[in-house]
């Protein structure tokens, strides 16, 4: 069984940095798509930036400018560098490996990572 490994999260003030990671615990063939996906307290999940395996990317519009998203192909890992962090962003972060081909796929989640954004 495959698990996406993160780390990265934490307390810190407003206006700092903190940045993510995300690696599976064995090889896996490359996925498609890797993503952020955040969650507060009574709020459902909401995407916070994705990569594909050809390099686009898609943030969400409160954290534009603010993340970035990053991967290493060779090591199948995805980063989120997180600047100006703010007490909205304050959630338990997740990653999402997704591969779909003809002839296998998969869907795989981080177990979260929270992160709080308090003075």
């Known amino acids: 069984q495959v698990q996406l490994v993160e780390s990265g999260g934490g307390l810190v003030q407003p206006g700092g940095s903190l940045r993510l990671s995300c690696a599976p615990s064995?090889?896996?063939?490359?996925?498609?798509?890797m993503g952020w996906y955040r969650q507060a307290p009574g709020k459902q999940r909401e995407m916070v930036a994705t990569?594909?395996?050809?390099?686009?990317?898609n943030y969400a519009d409160s954290v534009k400018g603010r993340f970035t998203i990053l991967k290493d192909n060779a090591k199948n890992s995805v980063f989120l560098q997180m600047n100006t962090l703010q007490p909205e962003d304050t959630a338990v972060y997740y990653c999402?490996?997704?591969?779909?081909?003809?002839?296998?796929?998969?869907?795989?989640w981080g177990q979260g990572t929270q992160v709080t954004v308090s003075s």
């Open positions: 999402n490996f997704v591969r779909t081909t003809f002839l296998d796929g998969y869907n795989y």
């Open positions: 064995r090889g896996i063939y490359s996925p498609n798509k």
């Open positions: 990569i594909t395996s050809g390099g686009s990317t």
